[in-house]
């Protein structure tokens, strides 16, 4: 075959339309993964979990003749909009639906037991607990963290004032009365209760990208937890304060708006008595205070000993809520139950049940660590410890940090499959081609031994 001339009119051509092309500006490369528009559905069921988000940390808003609060009615629809996630099982449910049957049968050969006590078990431990989480897995962290906030801040507000005298009391409250304040709640039902419900949300502050808000969030969320004259936030603030200021980048900022919201108080708190008047009223109920500790230490360590007696009936199953209840009441000679969560669950559902629900709440924890959800994980360790001082109450408000943690995890499983998926792909498209394209493109002399 002759060589081919480079004058050729044909190679020539094909020449110049390879330059043109060359130098031609590039089209822009459309996206060819559009956005899914929002369905009805879908925003309706944005709106009811965002909705009971927003209501779960204020459960005084309620009916007071029932367990279901406001924040209940947007979060049942919110999760069965949503339960087509639920399709999948995920570990963490398989602890928590293995308490179920043991749970009901507690309830059920209660002699005592009542209807009520068993819709509220198999609400929280059949529906809310394992399957709670499908309501928020759409929400981002953020949205999460400034919808929490903002509704513990209000509840803060909301103790502040009823600490001074100027917020009355809601009728689902109960709030104890001292001779010039009270313990607040806030749009919590107890003292005890607000300062559980707050401490896990000093771990939200993180979130809150302008430094500003994220000041005003943390003097609110201090002025509710120093509202509530609690004994657990001696060991509760510290602690968080110290992981705030290690997260915080703007620490003198912070410190400053401290220092004069410490002064603004004490002005507030003064109301035109002398300096000396308004340390004896603050040393006076810190005496008081501390004058009850050590009653109210021996009253939760009898009571603690007396379900440890009641515990080795109740190696599979427990007594159930009201048979609980009459157990303790009966054995400790005192009109309370049992103070400590996991004791209180001890009783109600039995050794078994108790384990496996630890069990389940260890995962959730262990799961949030080894994503590397890190503040999630440390928000969840907060929250089961903070519990573990509280009373056993049948309201999602105590259970959905669990929820959240939940949420979290499959968002994160999520992400990371997504992520290899598209590693996958953009392997496939552009980076090492397989054995069969190399050795076509080598050329048509090459050995197909090379």
Known sequence: MPPVSKHDPFLMAKNEARTRAFHAPRASVVNTVTPTPMTLTMQIQSFCAQAALFFLPLPAIKYTET?????????IPAILLNFSHALRLRAFQIPFLLVLPLNLLSHMLDPDGTLIPILQMIYLWGFLIPFGWCAFVNLSPQRIAYLLLIASGLSCIVAMGQFTGYVPTLPTQKIIDYKDSSRAAGLVLQCNS?????TPCFLFLPAVRQASLRIVLLLLLLGGIASTVSKSAILAV???????FWREPEKARVLRWLALASVLGLLVLNRGASLAELVDKLNATVELRLSNAD???????HLAQVAFDYSSECL?????????YRVMTSGAGMGQTVHVFYLGLLLIEGWT?????ILGFLGLLGSLWSLRKYNDAIMLGTHMLAISVTTVLYLSYQYYPFVIAAAAIVRAQSERTAGAQSKTVAGERGGVR???????HRGANASPLA
């Open 67 to 75: 367990s279901l609060t406001l924040a209940d009615l947007f979060l």
């Open 194 to 198: 607000l300062t559980m419900a707050l």
């Open 238 to 244: 510290p602690g968080l304060l110290f992981y705030f």
């Open 295 to 301: 009653t109210s230490i021996d009253d939760r360590t």
């Open 316 to 324: 599979l199953l427990g007594y159930g809520t009201d048979g609980t």
């Open 353 to 357: 049940a108790v384990s496996l629900t």
């Open 434 to 440: 397989p054995p069969v394209f190399r050795r076509i």
